[in-house]
């Protein structure tokens, strides 16, 4: 993965990720056009595909909706990088194939970096800067969901069992 930083501070909710007015939506595209929408409204019309986004602790907290890592998988961002995340907005991205990279230097990261991840390798490295970080390593039953699906994954324990 590799893309541009957007930096995102402590304590990101999921209502400042996708407003909960959006909540009647189902289509995880028009979910997309709203994302961060009451507090970054121009962040939608500024990303490109495959931009990375970046924050400090505790990522995602709040309500348990999916509807926030489908807004940002929806919107062309290719992971989200963050000190800690809810436990909650964790699993839910890994089941939507969202990757949830913990990396406890994620605060030396600066928006506009340029940032290329490699799961394999378990670094980020800032291409700007010409940093690398260490990253937590997913374990591998949970990259399988996340490369899968959760339905998928499960349907295939099922049939093997």
């Given at each position: 993965m590799?893309?541009r930083?957007?930096?995102?501070?402590?304590d990101?909710?999921?209502?400042?990720?996708?407003p909960?007015?959006?909540l009647t939506?189902n289509?995880p595209e028009?979910l997309?056009?709203?994302?961060?929408?009451?507090?970054?409204?121009?962040?939608r019309?500024k990303?490109?595909q495959g931009?990375?986004?970046?924050?400090g602790?505790n990522?995602?907290c709040?309500s348990?909706r999916?509807?926030a890592p489908?807004?940002?998988?929806?919107?062309g961002i290719?992971?989200?990088?963050?000190k800690?995340?809810a436990?909650?907005?964790?699993?839910?991205?890994i089941?939507?194939?969202?990757p949830?990279?913990e990396c406890?230097?994620?605060?030396?990261?600066?928006?506009?970096?340029e940032v290329?991840?490699d799961?394999k390798?378990?670094?980020i490295?800032d291409l700007?800067k010409?940093?690398?970080f260490?990253?937590?390593?997913i374990?591998?039953f949970?990259?399988?969901i996340?490369?899968e699906?959760?339905?998928?994954?499960?349907?295939?324990?099922?049939k093997n069992l």
């Amino acid at each position: 993965m590799k893309g541009r930083a957007w930096i995102f501070g402590d304590d990101v909710d999921t209502d400042a990720i996708i407003p909960g007015r959006y909540l009647t939506l189902n289509n995880p595209e028009d979910l997309a056009k709203y994302l961060f929408d009451g507090v970054r409204p121009d962040f939608r019309e500024k990303i490109k595909q495959g931009d990375i986004i970046v924050a400090g602790e505790n990522f995602g907290c709040g309500s348990s909706r999916e509807h926030a890592p489908l807004a940002i998988k929806y919107a062309g961002i290719s992971c989200v990088v963050a000190k800690s995340f809810a436990r909650i907005f964790f699993r839910n991205s890994i089941n939507l194939g969202l990757p949830p990279i913990e990396c406890r230097d994620a605060d030396k990261i600066d928006e506009g970096d340029e940032v290329e991840i490699d799961l394999k390798e378990g670094i980020i490295k800032d291409l700007t800067k010409g940093m690398s970080f260490k990253i937590t390593p997913i374990p591998e039953f949970l990259n399988n969901i996340m490369r899968e699906g959760l339905l998928e994954y499960t349907k295939k324990r099922i049939k093997n069992l």
